[in-house]
């Protein structure tokens, strides 16, 4: 997984955290990289990648600044509701497809029903259907095709249908 998408998903896990949580402020550091998200700013988002691969001056890190209150994944949907993350059960592999050659299970902009599969995850030679938890819109696919994945990745997201009663 390349460092863009970890840092993505990173970014949209601490943001559900400090949403679960009630927190205020997060910040999380490693090697050249450094996130800080605050809620209660009116500042849009900006990326926490840095731009070279040359060194970073720690004291004048990146920065997302998430604004009040904390999104979920991503910006609401015009039916007031957010994409659904749609994460893997294991660490494994990442499958679009249920086999190769075969077109993907789902894609951006395609409708799905609640329970209907969106992708495969294999771990240990054992394939695991992972289903729509919601009926709505493929907005996003993480992962490529054959990608490892973590336990708990967001591999898919659904913007809910407006007949949905509530997101996660």
């Given amino acids: 997984m390349s460092d863009t998408k970890k840092l993505l998903e990173l970014t949209r896990t601490l943001i559900a955290t400090m949403g679960e949580n009630d927190l205020s402020e997060a910040e999380w550091r490693m090697g050249e990289y450094r996130l800080t998200l605050k809620r209660g700013t009116a500042t849009a988002p900006s990326a926490a990648v840095p731009a070279t691969a040359a060194p970073v001056d720690a004291s004048a890190p990146a920065s997302v600044e998430a604004p009040a209150p904390a999104p979920a994944i991503a910006a609401p949907a015009p039916s007031g509701e957010a994409p659904i993350a749609v994460t893997s059960p294991v660490y494994g592999v990442f499958y679009a497809a249920a086999e190769p050659g075969l077109p993907p299970l789902v894609t951006v902009g395609q409708s799905?029903?609640?329970?209907?599969?969106?992708?495969?995850?294999?771990?240990?030679?054992?394939?695991?259907?992972?289903?729509?938890?919601?009926?709505?819109?493929?907005?996003?696919?993480?992962?490529?095709?054959?990608?490892?994945?973590?336990?708990?990745?967001?591999?898919?997201?659904?913007?809910?249908?407006?007949?949905?009663?509530?997101?996660?």
């Fill in 112 to 168: 799905v029903a609640e329970g209907e599969a969106v992708c495969l995850v294999e771990a240990m030679k054992t394939f695991s259907t992972i289903p729509a938890p919601v009926a709505g819109t493929v907005v996003e696919i993480g992962p490529s095709n054959g990608e490892e994945i973590a336990a708990g990745e967001a591999l898919v997201w659904i913007k809910p249908d407006a007949t949905h009663g509530g997101a996660a």
